[in-house]
């Protein structure tokens, strides 16, 4: 069965450190996703991504936040400057055309 | 008011019973339904994805739908120790982001 892969699985970063979050979406999908959960709390929407750019995002998804597609297959989520508050697990997400979606196996971020 | 609400318990069940998870939500424009597995530190993992309100059934698990209650239940028979997991509800419209409810933490005890 197809997946979403995610790597790294665990990152570590100091704060203040750019890091860099990569995505394999399933490859016949069209709509891309990062969602976060901080430890013990809901997960939570931060943007979507079609056609090359960004078709929704929400209120975390600030300045600090970027995404990109740069070729066929990777989708990923740049933080530029990390924040103690940004630890959490990161999800990426896809879907062809309609839900549900299909989730990765997550990134856990931790900021020291 | 949040858009989804889910108990979070945590719920503690004999193996073999039927358990009941619930969530409620606001928006009535929310068409797709779904139910997610998620294990600790793991990414969540489909169970049911139900489109407008009714019911659906695979295995011993039934997701129900009621759009003029705005309620979604999910069931499971027979439970077993390999269910014990988070449970989250998601639920989005016409666009794509998804609302999720903040999961219900379930223990089969053997």
């Known amino acids: 069965e197809p997946e979403v892969t995610q790597t790294p699985s665990h990152q570590v970063t100091q704060m203040g450190q750019e890091v860099i979050l990569r995505c394999v979406p399933i490859?016949?999908?069209?709509?891309f996703y990062w969602y976060r959960q901080i430890l013990g709390q809901k997960v939570e929407f931060l943007v979507s991504?079609?056609?090359?750019?960004?078709?929704?995002k929400s209120e975390i998804f600030d300045d600090q936040f970027s995404v990109e597609r740069p070729d066929g297959s990777n989708f990923t989520l740049k933080i530029r400057s990390t924040k103690l508050e940004d630890s959490a697990m990161y999800f990426c997400?896809?879907?062809?055309?309609?839900?549900?979606?299909?989730f990765g196996s997550g990134t856990r971020l931790t900021v020291v | 008011q949040k858009e989804v609400e889910q108990d979070p318990g945590p719920l503690s069940v004999p193996e073999g019973a039927i358990v009941s998870l619930n969530c409620t939500y606001s928006?009535?424009?929310?068409?797709?339904f779904m139910w997610y597995r998620q294990y600790s530190r793991k990414g969540p993992e489909l169970l049911m994805y139900?489109?407008?309100?009714g019911n659906k059934e695979d295995g011993r698990f039934t997701a129900q739908v009621d759009k003029s209650s705005k309620y979604i239940s999910l069931f499971i028979r027979d439970s077993q120790p390999s269910d014990s997991a988070t449970y989250l509800c998601?639920?989005?419209?016409?666009?794509?982001?998804?609302?999720f409810g903040t999961g219900t933490s379930l223990t089969v005890i053997p």
């Open positions: 928006n009535s424009a929310f068409q797709y």
């Open positions: 139900t489109y407008s309100s």
């Open positions: 997400a896809s879907i062809p055309q309609a839900p549900p979606y299909t």
């Open positions: 998601a639920m989005s419209g016409a666009g794509n982001q998804f609302y």
């Open positions: 991504f079609y056609n090359n750019e960004i078709s929704e």
């Open positions: 490859s016949n999908h069209l709509y």
